[in-house]
């Protein structure tokens, strides 16, 4: 009880003070592994654990990536009807030069 506060204590209040302004300048968007990289630049080496833990007990809230969501169904807005009905070959966009005669 009489006891003073240990130096990882001092640190982490620290290091706390770097991670809200940094969670600040980015407006929030930061995840924990980015927030990691964002530390390193600055100097400051720290797992991602360490992180996850500093930025809980602040009360931030970091942002998680959303998981790959594969499609495979095609839309109806994304078929290319007018290449199936072509009448030239200049009528394509990406073979016409800027004087507008096809390559």
Do not use: F
Request: aromatic content about 2%; charged content about 25%; some cysteine.
């Amino acid at each position: 009880m009489k006891r003073t506060e240990s130096e990882r204590t001092y640190a982490d209040a620290e290091l706390t003070l770097i991670i809200e302004k940094i969670h600040d300048d980015h407006q929030g968007r930061l995840g924990i592994g980015r927030l990691v990289v964002e530390l390193a630049k600055l100097g400051r080496r720290h797992s991602h654990k360490g992180m996850r833990r500093l930025v809980h007990a602040a009360g931030l809230a970091c942002v998680h990536p959303r998981p790959y969501k594969a499609t495979t169904a095609q839309d109806a807005a994304n078929t290319a009807t007018a290449w199936s009905t072509s009448s030239s070959a200049t009528s394509c966009p990406t073979l016409r030069t800027g004087s507008g005669s096809p390559i």
